[in-house]
């Protein structure tokens, strides 16, 4: 199981190897966000015939159905599953009822469980609404048997994602907001320790959601916006549903409440019309909010979206603003993560010798510490993007 992209692929991803069991079955679960990601798509493609020449080799995910005739033309490649099918079990040649039926040991230290998947904007540059569809939202009752065989295998962190997790709720009976779900899921399970959301469109953060960031201890500090860019009209030119404004107001509010917030975004570089002093603003954006987990893509045009016919910005520009913003939020980051030295921070460990804190932060463990494990660690020192 290859899985590449987002956190509501991850969780497919677990479903579909629960499926698979030892069926020699590869299945590449792809992305199609940016250009770079279909090309990341196309290689591991490659790579894991190579490691497995035998197996029959399928291709599921946003890439799947953007760039199908691409992909199905592909040596490589047996075929196809629509990424609307991809937990189907019989898509796959096997005869398991389905991918809902057992949950697997977890591949990760969180259980990631994909609340809503689909989505109902427009936004000019994206071309995931074409692989994903309509935003659909799972029943809370769903949900909460989700989190319940997440919690079976141990999983000490929840992680909540979808395509467009602020939307949860809009298809349903009554028109539920995200809040509710969150406040629904941290009664049924007080023994929960953690509870994380993925991405949010923060102009639809409902005042409930709001107030569990602010005052839950269960619910993790840490808030990645899907923030795009710092400047006003360029927001416009995305067909974004909120202004800069709106966003520092957000954080600010909540900052309020929780100072201990930690700030993540996605923001993407060199969007067509963009000038200097829009991606200055884009740059600004990140000491002014504090952003310091930044997903920072470089703006690649995406087959039959609007944005792909706008007067488009050079791609070494793009590169070059790219890297200004990443190392803007590097900057930002390491000052955060310096002032965490000497401060007891609760640490999930992780699998490969590191944790993290409420607030995402990674920290160095000591050689031999189960994953899965909650401890107490003071770190002492900064040294090669980690804190030890």
Wanted: proline share 7%; charged share 25%; net charge neutral.
């Amino acid at each position: 199981m290859i899985s590449l992209g987002c956190r509501l692929n991850i969780a497919e991803s677990e479903s579909i190897r629960s499926m698979l069991g030892d069926a020699d079955v590869v299945v590449v679960n792809s992305c199609a966000v940016t250009a770079e990601a279909v090309r990341q798509t196309r290689q591991a493609i490659r790579k894991a015939r190579r490691a497995r020449p035998d197996a029959r080799l399928l291709v599921t995910g946003c890439a799947a159905e953007v760039e199908r005739d691409q992909l199905s033309a592909m040596t490589e490649v047996d075929g196809l599953v629509p990424n609307g099918a991809k937990l189907e079990a019989h898509r796959y040649g096997l005869v398991v009822p389905d991918a809902t039926q057992s949950a697997p040991p977890a591949q990760h230290t969180r259980a990631f469980v994909a609340v809503q998947n689909g989505c109902d904007h427009a936004c000019t540059f994206c071309v995931i609404p074409q692989g994903r569809g309509p935003s659909r939202s799972l029943t809370v009752r769903e949900v909460l048997a989700e989190i319940e065989r997440g919690l079976i295998h141990h999983a000490p962190e929840v992680v909540l994602t979808g395509v467009d997790v602020t939307s949860w709720g809009h298809d349903l009976a009554g028109q539920p907001r995200l809040g509710a779900l969150v406040r629904a899921i941290l009664d049924r399970f007080p023994e929960l320790p953690r509870l994380r959301m993925s991405s949010l469109d923060g102009i639809e953060v409902d005042d409930e959601l709001f107030d569990i960031f602010a005052r839950e201890p269960r619910m993790m500090p840490h808030l990645h916006l899907s923030l795009q860019h710092g400047h006003d009209l360029i927001l416009k030119r995305m067909k974004r549903r909120h202004s800069r404004a709106d966003a520092v107001q957000l954080v600010e509010r909540l900052r309020a409440r929780r100072p201990d917030l930690a700030i993540g975004a996605d923001l993407i570089a060199g969007f067509p019309t963009e000038d200097d002093a829009m991606h200055a603003a884009n740059l600004s954006i990140i000491r002014e909010l504090g952003i310091v987990h930044g997903h920072v893509f470089p703006y690649s045009p995406r087959p039959g979206t609007p944005a792909a016919r706008m007067p488009q910005v050079g791609k070494p520009l793009i590169k070059a603003r790219a890297a200004e913003l990443r190392a803007e939020v590097a900057s930002v980051r390491e000052a955060w993560l310096r002032s965490l030295i000497g401060t007891p921070q609760p640490v999930l460990a992780e699998r490969d010798g590191t944790g993290c804190t409420p607030h995402f932060a990674r920290i160095a463990l000591p050689d031999g510490t189960a994953p899965g494990t909650i401890l107490t660690v003071t770190p002492q020192k900064f040294e090669r993007g980690l804190l030890h």
